[in-house]
């Protein structure tokens, strides 16, 4: 069994929380194409409903957004929706936390998350990739997810 295989299964602790999305990166380090208008307006109704995947880098104090991109790109769209037309909208965005995962577990956890229903297969790819520099095999990568 790999170290990420194990770190997975035994020590990688993911706990919930809301965040605001002031505490997360700004939307131009967000590398996803923009929400389409049905999404905001469904955040703007419901609020965000399937919690954002993100790793808390402890060294430097902030969070890196794992999966969710369009998610919080919505939440913010809507909330400024929500202020021109002054209704009450509070922001908060679902999460679920890791703390500082390495660069080959950020990979593998949106990979495995994006293979629920990823429309997405150049991501997927990328994904892929960067566990394979990071020295995971076919195997292992097959294995994981």
């Known amino acids: 069994m790999t170290t990420i295989e194990t770190r997975h299964a ?3 602790e993911k706990v919930f929380r809301i965040v605001y999305s002031d505490q997360l ?3 131009h380090e967000l590398n996803s194409p923009p929400p389409g208008g049905p999404l905001v307006n469904d955040v703007l109704e419901n609020g965000i409903i399937q919690p954002v995947g993100l790793n808390f880098i402890t060294d430097e104090d902030r969070y890196e957004v794992v999966y969710g991109r369009r998610r919080i790109k919505a939440a913010r769209l809507a909330t400024a929706k929500a202020k021109k037309d002054k209704k009450e ?6 999460a679920m936390v890791a703390i500082d995962l390495t660069d080959a577990e950020v990979a593998l956890w949106a990979l495995l998350e994006n293979a629920h229903g990823s429309d997405n297969p150049l991501s997927d790819i990328r994904s892929i990739r960067s566990l394979l520099i990071e020295g995971l095999t076919y195997e292992e990568i ?4």
């Open 142 to 145: 097959a294995k994981a997810i």
């Open 10 to 12: 035994n020590t990688i």
């Open 25 to 27: 990166p700004p939307d």
């Open 89 to 94: 909208m509070i922001g908060a965005i679902p």
